[in-house]
């Protein structure tokens, strides 16, 4: 597997239970070690499909016990109503949960079988599926060829496997950018308790998603042109004084400043393509294979993973 997301982990524990030798390659250093870095750490909108696959490699109980269930959006006009779009029945509901804390979980969880090794600081440089061959590239700078029966593509929206796919005939691909980019900024706990949630307007969304320590994580999304208009520490208090007046005393006007230029707006990118293997040699999963922007699925994108397990499971052919 060449992973830099969660499901190259996820993935791992799905053939580790079906008894392959597993070596994971992952370009960053391990996330339970490092420094936390922010600036894509939007928590997870935990649903049916991802405790699914959760569920499938006996994680889902852990996993869903860390969570904060959210069972309604609240909307906040700018003349002060208040609107809750319910996202099911009362009885139902989604998990808010930890990006930093599920990528942690599942790479413990990987590791823990015998026949799983993890290899960090491992940079993926070449793919060669038709000799079912990988070139990586670790931290003594000296590229490495591996061999193995299967290679795993879980290398994310600007995968690496994918695009030596792109070179077969017959392999479609496409990528669209939306107009908008994201922000993280976070609300602190108030006196040790759950501060309320500003309120969004048509043209500059924030999403906020409740955290274990009280505190909310919210992500401001608007168009690019809107942020590049934000150029000084007044520019951003005075924005938000016009658009989000209620939020300036929930986060502190140093913290807004702070958090604001901490890093630029990233961008979000949506990603298709087909087919997703090539042979019984390679195969891409999640976001290398289906890469969506948030507000369709501010999830795991578990389910190709779930799929190719439930397959191994119930259609087992040996593949080599």
Same mark, same amino acid.
């Given at each position: ?257 702070? #958090? ?10 949506? /990603? ?10 390679? /195969?891409?999963?999640? #976001? ?33």
């Amino acid at each position: 597997c060449d992973s830099n997301d969660m499901v190259g982990s996820l993935q791992a524990c799905f053939l580790a239970k079906r008894n392959f030798q597993i070596d994971v390659y992952e370009a960053r250093e391990d996330t339970r070690v490092a420094n936390f870095t922010r600036g894509r750490s939007i928590n997870l909108a935990l649903s049916h499909r991802g405790r699914q696959a959760l569920k499938a490699v006996g994680l889902e109980d852990q996993i869903v016990s860390q969570g904060i269930p959210m069972r309604a959006r609240m909307i906040h006009s700018l003349s002060g109503k208040k609107s809750t779009i319910p996202y099911g029945t009362k009885s139902q509901y989604i998990l808010s949960v930890s990006r930093e804390n599920l990528n942690k979980d599942l790479l413990t969880a990987a590791e823990k079988y015998p026949n799983v090794k993890m290899h960090f600081n491992h940079r993926l440089l070449k793919c060669n599926p038709e000799e079912r061959m990988i070139t990586v590239l670790g931290s003594d700078k000296v590229p490495k060829d591996v061999t193995c029966d299967l290679i795993v593509g879980c290398d994310g929206a600007y995968s690496t496997v994918r695009s030596h796919l792109m070179k077969k005939p017959r392999f479609d691909y496409s990528q669209q950018y939306i107009p908008h980019g994201y922000m993280e900024l976070t609300i602190p706990p108030k006196n040790g308790d759950v501060s309320p949630c500003p309120f969004s307007t048509p043209s500059h969304n924030p999403c906020c998603m409740s955290a274990n320590n009280k505190s909310f994580t919210c992500t401001l999304f608007m168009p690019f042109e809107e942020f590049e208009k934000l150029l000084t520490s007044n520019d951003v208090v005075d924005f938000f004084q016009k658009y989000f007046p209620d939020a300036i005393p929930l986060i502190g006007e140093k913290l807004l400043v702070q #958090d604001f230029f901490l890093l630029p707006a990233q961008p979000m990118i949506s /990603v298709k393509c087909s087919s997703f293997h090539f042979k019984s040699h390679c /195969v891409l999963l999640g #976001d290398a294979a289906h890469a969506i922007v948030p507000f369709f699925g501010q999830g795991m994108n578990a389910v190709s993973s779930f799929s190719l397990g439930k397959s191994l499971k119930y259609f087992w052919v040996s593949l080599s």
